[in-house]
């Protein structure tokens, strides 16, 4: 009986170490995506279909317009050259 609980026991032990090994080696390899990622890709998510929705004009406001015009705005923020003339 004392060999089964032991057997068991050590089992779990292992179980529960490969686990957490395999989460470290997971997050180290960026298996798992980012949890800020993930959070503001919702929240975009979330915005766009707003717009999309209660925007006056469905031409102007269809997702694939909605979503280049987000990413051109945004890759643009990115690097402004600045206004040399004078």
Known sequence: MFKRILILGTGLLLGVALSF?????ALALNWWPSRELSHTS??????LQ????NYVDPKASNYDHLAKNA????????????????
Do not use: T
Not at 73 to 78: F, I, T
């Open 21 to 25: 090994g395999a989460a470290r080696v």
């Open 42 to 47: 919702d929240y975009f998510r979330e915005v």
């Open 50 to 53: 707003m717009v999309h929705e």
């Open 71 to 86: 990413i051109h705005g945004m890759v643009e923020s990115l690097d402004r050259i600045p206004n040399f003339s004078s």
